[in-house]
């Protein structure tokens, strides 16, 4: 029998098949209700829109750009490094989640060519940010990156918090956190939800693609939708 540890790794790559809208209808059949919480709220840019889904541990940070620091650089420059450290010790399967605390006049670019392929090769899987990113024919193949906007500078980019809870999209996010994230946003999720995730995603596309085989067959009307209908909701409980 697989360890609970090795039970929910496997669990994390089946949610990486599935983008995070089906999630989100799975984790309903998960509940037993809907939830008007747990997900972003407000749009986010995909600088690459097919790639794959962010699935795993928040590792957090912030960060902010807009104004010049009062601190010394000696001290900014520990920071980074104390940050760039927290980053090479993620567990596997992490990600980062960073929120720019200058938030909708952020100005400074921190994910471009160079962090992506730095954080990459400490080993985590992509960002979630509602800062700013750039270089986007540069980023660092397989490296997803989910930002706020796209600009061209880094202004006065420097971390200012590191394994600190952050919001990022209306999102509360505590560092440990689970969460599945692609170009629709991101919801949160609990070690048990990941775990029945899979199953009820089985049944949410099996009753998905029943549904729309009856709407694309021919002769398709409003008798015909009542009876799927019928079928779909029954296929979902």
């Not at 994390?12 to 972003?40: I, K, M, W, Y």
């Amino acid at each position: 029998m697989n360890s609970p540890d090795t039970s929910l790794a496997d669990a994390l790559q089946t949610l990486r098949g599935f983008d995070t809208p089906t999630v989100a209808n799975a984790l309903d059949l998960v509940r037993g209700t809907r939830c008007g919480e747990g997900f972003t709220r407000q749009p986010l840019v995909a600088a690459d829109p097919g790639a794959a889904p962010l699935v795993g541990y928040a590792r957090c940070a912030k960060i902010r750009a807009l104004t010049a620091p009062d601190e010394p650089a000696a001290t900014i420059r520990e920071r980074r490094l104390a940050y760039y450290r927290h980053v090479a010790e993620s567990p596997a399967d992490s990600l980062m989640v960073i929120e720019d605390e200058d938030g909708d006049q952020a100005v400074g670019a921190y994910w471009g060519e160079v962090n992506t392929c730095l954080h990459k090769r400490l080993g985590v899987q992509g960002v979630l940010t509602n800062g700013v990113i750039r270089d986007l024919d540069d980023l660092e193949p397989g490296f997803t990156v989910l930002g706020g906007r796209v600009g061209p500078s880094h202004a006065y980019v420097r971390v200012t918090a590191v394994d600190e809870p952050v919001e990022v999209f209306g999102l509360r996010v505590e560092p440990g956190d689970l969460i599945h994230a692609d170009r629709h946003g991101a919801v949160r999720l609990t070690a048990e939800e990941v775990l029945a995730l899979p199953e009820a995603i089985e049944r949410i596309v099996a009753a998905e693609k029943e549904l729309l085989a009856s709407a694309r067959a021919p002769g398709f009307d409003y008798d015909r939708l009542l009876e799927a209908w019928e079928a779909f909701e029954k296929r979902r409980v």
